[in-house]
């Protein structure tokens, strides 16, 4: 590749050293080169990240509508509105229900997916791609075809159409809060969408079940099918599943696509970022309970974080590098 | 793929008998994979039917003629530029992939592989920024942006979501396992670390990088929230914002739509085909692994 000479032009202090040690004439260059590397990545971060949180947290002590410099401090009023808030409040229920419905729901289907693909001997590859494929497609155009094709309230919607061949009549599944149907849309849109996600965790993780476990539970006596799932595979994948939870609870808690474009213009149904949306750039543009709303849901999500790592053991893999 | 089968097929056999024999295996499979493919079979048959047919009294399964002109009726409706917002969608799913992939890859490795006493409390700056999803702190985001003039901008939209701590700390975690020997061989070889990184790091990471690229794509071109945060003037929409729009407005024109969602789709289900198994791979390492 590069002769040796070029090593002079990198390293030029400890000339002398390099023929003994060729890694020891770098040290002094470490400092620079750390800095060279990581310099562009750590001043975005500063400027977009924590200059934004920051100012989020200045932002909600004050009364900010229509501005972001503001100078009427305000304590912790935008605080106590958004907690006496009963949309704020409600959004936080409505998270509540989604993640009551969405997260067992699609670790079962995956799950189930990735059982049935894991036994499949004929075209796997093929219906692999069949689950996964949702994957990529968005939740807003998933929104659109769930809104105005399978779920549309008017006669000629999909499942008007099934329910109509019994003689039922048309559901408008989303323009009416009661009953509640419009979580049956919500919840099998995101299924569809993100359930061949964790199927490839859960996939991944039942190859890596040894085999020699199955051929043991075989010789114990263990009968093949609901025993040997229930004693062998699903507590090889405690880990998989724990994760899988809790990834799923944070997506759920994150949920904003398919609620904006599925309830347009709804009262009902609004999840925390949802909400947010509307209080801070909605009508008001109220920066200040904006903010506000954003440092409380932060901190919930700080604390579920933290008890995620005690779960998921994420300190002990720092420790051990 | 054939000489491996009997093999495997007799060990799977032994360890997996079933709760389901072969025939509900398939028949459960057969079942899931109709289900999967309905919403992707109404895409296509509105996107290239008449609205008449498909607001017709009976369902129709397909349409009789196949309407290509609805591509044309797509493009030529002025009341959204969709042409426009495509472009925009392009623009920015590449170029916050190839950002990312430079920024983060990068810090990745000096927090990976370059001693520096104060490195470990930059990692915790990194780590920090876990915690904190960014899509909680879109107002505080959209605050910042809109004081620096980037609303309805390209950087707007792209140069915010760069510094991904995440990425960077994927990147860290695929550096730390990177064969040293490899590096060292080019420091014997005279290189610095700039050189041995681009010269030898990076070619020999190409699958790591893809299955990042694919992943940063794909999420790049879906995102909906901060483009819509920051897109105010319809110049300035990516497609999902456009997408959006066409829910709200007043006159709908199924057909357009139909066709309109399936072509924003169309770009990523390439990307899918071709791309999968640096996708299947990258979410294998780094959806729990990371």
Known sequence: ?321 | MTTTAPQLSKKRRTRRGGVLGNTGLYVATGVATFLFLVPFYLLVRNALSTDAEITGEHWKFFPTNLQWSNVSDLFDDTSVDFARSMWNSLVVAVSMTVGILLVCSLAGYALARIPYKHSNKIFYLVLGTLMVPTAVTFVPSFVLVSSLGWVDTYRGLIVPGLFSGFTCFLFRQYFLGFPKELEEAARVDGLGYWGAYWKVVVPNSLNFFAAIATITFISGWNAFLWPLVIGQDPGAWTVQVALSSYMTNQTVVFHTIFMATAISILPLVFVFLFLQRWLVQGIAQTGIKG
């Open chain 1, 1 to 321: 590749m590069s002769t040796t000479t070029t090593r002079d032009l990198a390293s030029p202090a400890p000339a002398k050293a390099t023929s003994a040690k060729p890694r020891r004439g770098l040290r002094g260059n470490r400092t620079f080169n750390f800095w060279l590397f990581i310099g562009p990545f750590l001043l975005g971060l500063m400027i977009f990240v924590y200059v934004p949180i920051g100012w989020s947290i200045y932002l909600s002590f004050f009364e900010a509508r229509f501005t972001v410099t503001p100078s009427k401090f305000v304590g912790f009023d935008n605080y106590t509105y958004m907690l006496t808030n009963p949309d704020f409040v409600g959004s936080l229920g409505t998270f509540t229900v989604f993640a009551a419905f969405i997260v067992p729901t699609t670790w079962a289907l995956s799950l189930g997916l990735a059982l049935l693909v894991n036994r499949l001997r004929f075209m796997r590859a093929f219906f692999r791609s069949v689950f996964f494929l949702p994957t990529a497609c968005s939740y807003v155009a998933a929104a659109l075809i769930w809104k105005m094709s399978i779920f549309s309230g008017v006669r000629f919607g999909l499942m008007n159409t099934i329910i109509g061949w019994f003689g039922v009549d048309n559901i408008a599944w989303l323009s009416n809060p009661s009953p509640p149907w419009y979580w049956f849309v919500i919840v099998t849109a995101r299924l569809w969408l993100q359930s061949g996600f964790y199927m490839i965790l859960f996939l991944a993780a039942l190859q890596n079940i040894p085999g020699e476990l199955y051929e043991a539970a075989a010789i114990d006596g263990a009968k093949p099918g609901w025993q040997t799932f229930r004693y062998i595979t699903l507590p090889q994948l405690r880990a998989t599943s724990t994760a899988v939870i809790l990834l799923l609870l944070i997506a759920a808690y994150q949920a904003f696509d398919e609620f904006f474009n599925l309830l347009s213009k709804t009262t009902w149904g609004r999840p925390p970022l949802v909400e947010l949306y509307y209080t801070a750039l909605g009508e008001n543009q109220d920066y200040g309970a904006g903010s506000a709303g954003a440092v409380i849901l932060t901190l919930l999500i700080i604390i579920v974080t933290l008890f995620q790592g005690k779960l998921m053991g994420f300190g002990r893999s720092e420790e051990a590098k």
